[in-house]
């Protein structure tokens, strides 16, 4: 596809997730596959990430081979279908490796994977999804699996060919071999998962506000009650022992004064409750 061609129909971009993010997920993901695919084929593979870009479905969809191994993934708990293409380029070569073969590399042959291979296509496939489980837990939590697997994306209409959509395309070299796998993500998808985040901010933003409040309510707070005030001399103070009586000039019947947490809150009689000290409210201050 020509960048003519992408400038003069390129759909608006979205900010539902910055495309640092998407940059920095997929290459993390890329990373991990590129390992783990190195175990499966028991050689050398590189795995880099080769682009991150805005286009449309119709412009995606006419950048693929044709024949090639199109997969349509389910992404719960999104709604929308996410895509997966492999080039027959380097699915071949793979597969090669597989079975066996591998020690020379030969031209891969133009056609779809027969019914024999495409369980070895699944065992990569899940690899990769595996990955890419992996790497997104950051962000959400989802399950993927393969609903469909076509060899003419051009024909299957999964969106509409206008529909906005993340182009992910990531570079594989097996041996003296390189393809491509392009993963494309609807736009709509990535909305639904930036509204997945918020709500999942928002309620922990209120389990820890709920925290918050138990928290409080099972704080101690000090209560002190004052009986009377007066003021001595210092003469006077240095003179008190045990046993001396002090008279203020409050009255015997007037409310002690209730402070809570250090503010007067309530007024109060005296008295006594089981064999202790006690206090019964009586207003407000």
Known sequence: MSQKLANETRPE?????????????????????G???????????????ASVES????????????????????????????????????????????????AEDESPPRRAPSDIELPLVARITRLFLDELHA???????MTFDVLQVESHPRFLRVLPSDEPVAAIGFQLKV?????????????????????????????????????????????????????????LSAAELRTLRPGDIIVTETDAEEPLSVAVGGGPH???????????KAIMLSEEQ
């Open 13 to 33: 971009t979205i900010d539902a997730i910055d495309p640092r993010t998407l940059r920095t997920l997929h290459e993390q993901a890329a990373g991990n596959f």
């Open 35 to 49: 390992a783990a695919l190195s175990t499966m084929l028991r050689c050398p593979v590189e795995v880099n990430l």
């Open 55 to 102: 286009i449309s479905y119709g412009q995606f969809v006419q950048s693929l081979e044709s024949p090639s191994c199109f997969h349509v993934l389910k992404a719960e708990p999104l709604a929308d279908r996410l895509m997966l293409d492999i080039d027959t380029a380097i699915l071949y070569p793979m597969l090669d490796r597989m079975l066996g073969g591998g």
């Open 135 to 141: 790497a997104w837990q950051k962000i959400l939590d």
């Open 175 to 231: 041996g003296n071999s390189i393809g491509m796998m392009r993963l494309c993500l609807p736009c709509r998808a990535i909305q639904q998962i930036n509204d997945r985040r918020a709500e999942t901010k928002n309620l922990s933003a209120a389990a820890s506000a709920e925290s918050s409040g138990a928290a409080e309510c099972d704080a101690a707070v000090d209560v002190t009650v004052t009986l009377a005030t007066t003021t």
């Open 266 to 276: 309530f007024r109060a009689k005296p008295g006594a409750c089981r064999g202790r």
